[in-house]
């Protein structure tokens, strides 16, 4: 049916009309575009004018801009006494698809449609772009509410791809193809919306996340920066909330959220937000909104350092997003991968809400939705019944292999002394004699030699975690091989320990060490020999050999000094004093401290991000800087160009720069 649409009418030629008028024409579409009266449509047609050219310029369009302009008819809807125009009457007479754009008042809305449904053939199907309206009320003013539908483009629509197609109640699944098919048509990515809820998807997502943010700001927990950074930098958001509500407008945000909450959406409104609305800081258009801006209306990223947000959780922020997409999801008002396609294209993040819940842990999401909950006593925090559901079962995400969605199965083997549990892309290897505090023994040593080299060969993996099971990361080498040892033995079992660490140091792959408390001896040296060290803030670090009679035999004496400052490694090693984990941080031994809860959550996403870059990238910078740090600079710099040089062969190259230039995400294979 889609075929037989020729002539769309765009009503309204405002911000949000303008851009669809000139998506439909380019699309090759006989377009009329209406509005009140010639000046509103001369600046319409200057200013489609002006976005095609620079489309044109950028090289996407396959006309020139002036073959897509004659396509669009410009037509005055109203007459001198106000009332509709005969010239309006007579293009709807001659619409097969009508996409109104008009102010968002009902009533409004309602005559337009009523004039339309009176002049429009019977075949037309009539639009409404709304954003915070009810299809099915706009649908009542009409003879033809099957045919009235809900196509909520994203600003500016020739750039935003995602289009909302909402059914309202009485709305037919033909109309819904039609529509579906129209806007991919026009070249649009089009989701559904099966239900006519107030904010559909996008917009219900946002406002939970926004109203989070705010009042995260609200409670004092978190400063606006911490907030934005920790979404931005955690996330990988292209922009942190309040950053994006000052680039969109704080007015718009706090109408469509009062229009949403009138309509029965639960929420308890920020202060912050209306206390900027009423302001009139509205963000970049005023030059004042949750950032500063020294000249309104013209757009400068604020300064979001990344460290800012270090200490501030993510997960409670997003939460209610994911307990709102999981409310989405159980009503059937849209499916999860149109859910997710949702968030991914109109707020451009860089994975479905539901995918980031399924790599959070569901378990974890909940958690989080019952403090807010303890916290405020508000219901709309009360976990949805998918999520409590999908806790009973055991469907957690990415860690069970099941999740919103499936995952490679968790394939986990028992050895004696570790638990190696391959979740792709990353394995975890878990030092597991809890009961001596995973004192590392001769034979853990075995096992755990042996591992790296399996997992070496699996080329599902592309990122290693260390860590332990229970109380310690590790309380260090087994004390109890050391009874009666001959100083030869002695000195075989620490090249064979270090042997086991260069291993690790050396590993072709990035290794994280997940330091879950005690990290002591052999297993502060066994951490050290990874990339990277996350710790929870219950860990101890210290080298406690000096109290034993001897001295750290596993690299200790080596790597210590080459993290921390000179006499800091020597204070370590002579006092054999335990150190928590925030002063590791701040003498540089570990990474980042996180609360134990989250340990696990943190160096998941950590390794994540890992490993969606180009494995042979990363294999040939940890070489670089891990050989050129031991060697003369010149022996380095020679390393870093022949390494350089090398990377030229992998198809990995071929592909970065190929998704650059199409604007796309990579995905690198590691050949
Ligand atoms: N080697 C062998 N066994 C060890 C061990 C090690 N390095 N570290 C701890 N264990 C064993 C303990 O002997 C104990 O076993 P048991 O229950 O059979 O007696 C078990 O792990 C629990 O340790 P425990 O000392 O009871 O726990 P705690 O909470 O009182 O103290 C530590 C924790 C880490 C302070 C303490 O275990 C300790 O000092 N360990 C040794 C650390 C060390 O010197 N490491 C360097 C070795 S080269």
């Known amino acids: 049916m889609a075929e037989r649409i020729k002539t769309i009418t765009v009503v309204g030629a405002g911000t949000m009309g303008h851009g669809i008028a000139e998506v439909a024409a380019a699309a090759g579409y006989k377009v009329y575009l209406a509005d009140i009266n010639r000046e509103i449509l001369e600046k319409a047609l200057e200013r489609i004018r002006w976005s095609l050219g620079k489309l044109y310029e950028k090289g996407q369009l396959r006309e020139h801009p002036d073959t897509i302009i004659e396509r669009i008819t410009p037509v005055v809807s109203l007459d001198e006494k106000g009332g509709y125009s005969r010239e309006f009457a007579e293009v709807l007479a001659k619409t097969d698809f009508m996409i109104e754009a008009i102010p968002e008042r009902l009533e409004l809305k309602q005559q337009l449609f009523a004039f339309a449904d009176e002049h429009a053939p019977p075949h037309a199907i009539l639009a409404t772009n709304t954003s915070s309206l009810p299809i099915t009320e706009i649908a009542a003013a009409t003879k033809r509410p099957e045919k009235v539908v809900g196509m909520h483009f994203f600003n500016p629509p020739p750039l935003m791809p995602l289009v909302e197609v909402i059914k309202g109640e009485k709305t037919s699944d033909e109309t819904v193809a039609v529509t579906v098919e129209l806007a991919k048509r026009m070249g649009k990515q089009p989701v559904v919306v099966r239900k006519d809820v107030p904010g559909f998807i996008v917009n219900r997502i946002l406002a939970r996340i926004m109203n989070e943010a705010c009042w995260t700001v609200a409670r004092g927990e978190a400063s606006i920066v911490e907030v934005d950074s920790?979404?931005?930098?955690?996330?990988?958001?292209?922009?942190?909330?309040?950053?994006?509500?000052?680039?969109?407008?704080?007015?718009?945000?706090?109408?469509?959220?009062?229009?949403?909450?009138?309509?029965?959406?639960?929420?308890?409104?920020?202060?912050?937000?209306?206390?900027?609305?009423?302001?009139?800081?509205?963000?970049?258009?005023?030059?004042?909104?949750?950032?500063?801006?020294?000249?309104?209306?013209?757009?400068?990223?604020?300064?979001?350092?990344?460290?800012?947000?270090?200490?501030?959780?993510?997960?409670?922020?997003?939460?209610?997003?994911?307990?709102?997409?999981?409310?989405?999801?159980?009503?059937?008002?849209?499916?999860?991968?149109?859910?997710?396609?949702?968030?991914?294209?109109?707020?451009?993040?860089?994975?479905?809400?539901?995918?980031?819940?399924?790599?959070?842990?569901?378990?974890?999401?909940?958690?989080?939705?019952?403090?807010?909950?303890?916290?405020?006593?508000?219901?709309?925090?009360?976990?949805?019944?998918?999520?409590?559901?999908?806790?009973?079962?055991?469907?957690?995400?990415?860690?069970?292999?099941?999740?919103?969605?499936?995952?490679?199965?968790?394939?986990?083997?028992?050895?004696?002394?570790?638990?190696?549990?391959?979740?792709?892309?990353?394995?975890?290897?878990?030092?597991?004699?809890?009961?001596?505090?995973?004192?590392?023994?001769?034979?853990?040593?075995?096992?755990?030699?042996?591992?790296?080299?399996?997992?070496?060969?699996?080329?599902?993996?592309?990122?290693?975690?260390?860590?332990?099971?229970?109380?310690?990361?590790?309380?260090?080498?087994?004390?109890?091989?050391?009874?009666?040892?001959?100083?030869?033995?002695?000195?075989?079992?620490?090249?064979?320990?270090?042997?086991?660490?260069?291993?690790?140091?050396?590993?072709?792959?990035?290794?994280?060490?997940?330091?879950?408390?005690?990290?002591?001896?052999?297993?502060?040296?066994?951490?050290?020999?990874?990339?990277?060290?996350?710790?929870?803030?219950?860990?101890?670090?210290?080298?406690?050999?000096?109290?034993?009679?001897?001295?750290?035999?596993?690299?200790?004496?080596?790597?210590?000094?080459?993290?921390?400052?000179?006499?800091?490694?020597?204070?370590?090693?002579?006092?054999?004093?335990?150190?928590?984990?925030?002063?590791?941080?701040?003498?540089?031994?570990?990474?980042?401290?996180?609360?134990p809860e989250r340990l696990e959550q943190e160096v998941r996403q950590f390794a994540l991000k890992l490993a969606e870059k180009p494995p042979l990238a990363l294999m040939a910078a940890k070489y670089a800087i891990q050989l050129g740090r031991e060697a003369p600079i010149w022996a380095g710099m020679a390393l870093e160009s022949s390494l350089f040089g090398l990377l030229f062969s992998t198809e990995d190259v071929i592909e970065g720069v190929t998704a650059f230039l199409e604007k796309r995400r990579p995905k690198f294979k590691g050949r």
Request: charged share 30%; glycine share 10%; aromatic share 10%.
């Open 230 to 595: 920790a979404l931005k930098y955690k996330l990988g958001l292209p922009m942190g909330p309040f950053e994006l509500a000052d680039y969109s407008g704080i007015d718009v945000f706090y109408y469509v959220f009062e229009a949403m909450t009138q309509r029965g959406f639960k929420a308890h409104p920020c202060p912050l937000i209306k206390e900027k609305f009423e302001r009139k800081e509205w963000g970049v258009k005023t030059g004042k909104g949750f950032y500063e801006y020294p000249e309104p209306g013209k757009y400068v990223r604020p300064s979001i350092p990344r460290e800012a947000g270090e200490k501030v959780d993510p997960l409670p922020i997003i939460a209610p997003g994911i307990n709102e997409a999981a409310y989405l999801l159980r009503e059937e008002v849209a499916t999860r991968d149109d859910i997710d396609k949702a968030v991914k294209l109109g707020l451009g993040f860089p994975k479905g809400i539901l995918q980031m819940a399924d790599e959070f842990g569901i378990d974890k999401v909940v958690e989080a939705l019952e403090k807010l909950r303890e916290k405020t006593g508000w219901e709309e925090y009360e976990p949805d019944p998918l999520l409590r559901r999908m806790v009973e079962e055991g469907r957690l995400g990415v860690k069970t292999g099941k999740g919103f969605y499936e995952y490679g199965k968790v394939e986990e083997r028992r050895l004696k002394t570790l638990l190696v549990r391959l979740e792709p892309p990353i394995a975890w290897i878990v030092l597991n004699r809890p009961d001596k505090l995973n004192a590392i023994s001769p034979e853990m040593l075995s096992e755990l030699s042996r591992v790296l080299d399996e997992l070496e060969e699996d080329e599902r993996i592309r990122v290693l975690v260390v860590t332990g099971e229970g109380r310690a990361f590790s309380a260090g080498a087994d004390v109890t091989a050391f009874m009666g040892i001959t100083p030869v033995k002695a000195m075989v079992y620490s090249r064979k320990f270090q042997e086991v660490l260069f291993k690790l140091e050396y590993y072709t792959k990035p290794v994280i060490a997940a330091l879950n408390g005690y990290t002591l001896g052999g297993g502060l040296e066994l951490a050290m020999a990874a990339d990277f060290r996350f710790a929870s803030e219950t860990a101890v670090l210290g080298q406690p050999e000096i109290n034993l009679g001897f001295i750290p035999g596993a690299g200790g004496t080596q790597r210590l000094p080459r993290l921390v400052p000179l006499s800091k490694a020597k204070e370590l090693i002579y006092t054999g004093d335990m150190i928590p984990a925030q002063e590791a941080a701040r003498i540089g031994l570990v990474d980042r401290v996180v609360p």
